[in-house]
């Protein structure tokens, strides 16, 4: 158990999943922290004093010391709170563990991110590539286990599982296809079965408040685009 | 652990290959090592690596392990007995896997500055990567190594990086030591080491082959192939139709 008069604090973003995924990992270590919102159109001088290099959310504060990068703040809380652990004890399991959630981040969120950036051809490819990839991670997740490692919550879960919801928000919003039903079972499965744990749950933000936010944003960023390509071109 | 039996698939010139190699060496563990000709992948790396089918893959009592930085943490927690690599205070720890997937990012902007499709790239190229090396000049500060007094997971991760420096540099027409002396007086400490200096291919020999790459790529100036287009066509199997000679380093085992 962590000691008596830790401080801890999350700067985060209500919208983002990288920021959930943070609050998940407190929420099922049961670590009480402070948070505090971040307004992304106007960043504190805070959040910039605490992530120099990327000037973005999540940033977990313990004791005052910073710690960024969702997948790194979540292998810290690990390795700090012994409580419910997230990660395999073995080497090797825990190898694979740290394998899966970099291949769902790299190669699945980012393109999926990507695609909402983007328009036309550009957008399409994103979406390809999130699909090819999608489908690796649907051979990777094993028929009938409630959670990526079996059946207790573990670090892919947390990580990862989210992106259920913010692909079905992408598909909306884009009018795209990322979650395919007939070929992707147990990967929507999984979704479900990792944001319907109750303190999970808890924590989401509600879907029709992310809609909204991200319809918004993408009406900004195609507007952004438009605007910049009225201007001549010297790059791709 | 006598008995372990690890093998290690690689290809010379890989930066990501090196920190595997290092962190063996480190750790004092004996290994086969099997160069991949990269446009012929052996049926084992993608059997071994079937998600990505690429280098470095080391195989441990038959089972695989990918990725270099997940690799090099394997292996520091599994011969944690000896030369540890990672910081045990979790803290610390955290930094450590920062500045180590930082370094990452490094490959990938100087592909940009290497086949850039216009002049303009490579420099903006130029300067994000000076800009990240002085960012890790700047985490290094006034301490011999990236791990303090000790010889560790992020210099391990970094000191790969250096075979492309030559590149880069040829590329672009700049110096890195001109612009960050003291990476460059951290990387000639890093060279001492013998795990280090057995690990890294001659980065003039790398030079060598990167331009081999892009006559076969038909990169360059005159092309419009944007350097993310380069390393999706170098990890399709499609792409390779005949072989661009590979000069092994003297000395590989």
């Known amino acids: ?236 | 652990m006598s008995n372990d039996e690890l093998i290690l698939l690689n290809y010379w010139p890989s930066l990501f290959g090196a920190r595997v190699r290092i962190a063996l060496e480190e750790k004092g563990l004996k290994y086969e090592y099997r160069e991949e000709d990269l446009p012929n992948k052996s049926p084992l790396l993608l059997e071994m690596n079937p998600v990505y089918k690429k280098i470095p893959v080391l195989i441990h009592n038959g089972k695989p392990i990918c990725e270099s930085n997940i690799i090099a943490q394997y292996i520091d927690e599994v011969w944690n007995d000896r030369a540890p690599l990672l910081p045990s205070d979790p803290y610390e720890k955290a930094q450590a896997r920062f500045w180590a997937s930082y370094s990452d990012k490094i490959r990938d902007v100087g592909w940009k500055i290497t086949y850039r499709k216009n002049n303009e790239e490579a420099v903006e190229s130029k300067n994000e990567l000076l800009e990240m090396l002085k960012a890790l000049e700047g985490a290094l500060g006034d301490e011999p190594y990236f791990g303090g007094e000790n010889f560790g997971y992020v210099d391990i991760s970094l000191i790969g990086c250096y075979m492309m420096f030559y590149t880069y540099e040829t590329y672009a027409n700049f110096s890195i030591e001109a612009e960050c002396p003291k990476l460059i007086a951290w990387v000639k400490r890093c060279l001492e080491r013998k795990s280090v200096s057995k690990s890294l291919g001659d980065p003039k020999i790398v030079y060598e082959i990167a331009v081999e790459w892009g006559k076969r790529l038909g990169l360059g100036l005159s092309t419009s192939l944007s350097a993310c287009t380069v390393l999706s066509s170098l990890e399709s199997e499609d792409f390779w139709r005949g072989r661009v000679k590979i000069n092994k380093r003297d000395g590989d085992h």
């Open chain 1, 1 to 236: 158990m962590a000691p008596e008069k830790e401080l801890v604090q999350l700067i985060g973003f209500w919208g983002s999943p990288y920021v959930l995924s943070v609050r998940w990992a407190l929420k099922l270590k049961g670590i009480e922290y402070e948070y505090h919102e971040e307004n992304l159109l106007k960043k504190s001088p805070l959040l910039l004093q605490y992530n120099p290099v990327y000037k973005k959310v999540p940033v977990l504060l313990h004791n005052g010391k910073p710690l960024v990068e969702s997948l790194m703040i979540i292998q810290y809380i690990d390795e700090t709170w012994k409580q419910n652990p997230l990660q395999p004890q073995d080497p090797y399991e825990r190898a694979k563990t740290l394998f899966w959630a970099k291949f769902a981040h790299e190669k699945c969120i980012a393109p999926m991110v990507s695609s909402f950036f983007k328009i036309g051809e550009e957008q399409e490819k994103c979406v390809k590539e999130a699909c090819e990839h999608l489908r690796t991670l649907e051979s990777a997740l094993e028929e009938g286990k409630r959670f990526f490692g079996g059946e207790t919550i573990g670090f892919v879960d947390i990580a990862a599982a989210w992106m259920g919801c913010w692909a079905r928000i992408i598909e909306e919003i884009l009018s795209v296809k990322l979650i395919d039903e007939e070929k992707m079972p147990r990967l929507i499965a999984w979704f479900s079965n990792v944001v319907e744990v109750p303190a999970l749950k808890e924590c989401m933000p509600p879907t029709q408040n992310l809609l909204e936010h991200n319809i918004k944003f993408r009406k900004f960023l195609v507007a952004a685009a438009e605007r910049l390509q009225s201007v001549p071109l010297t790059g791709n």
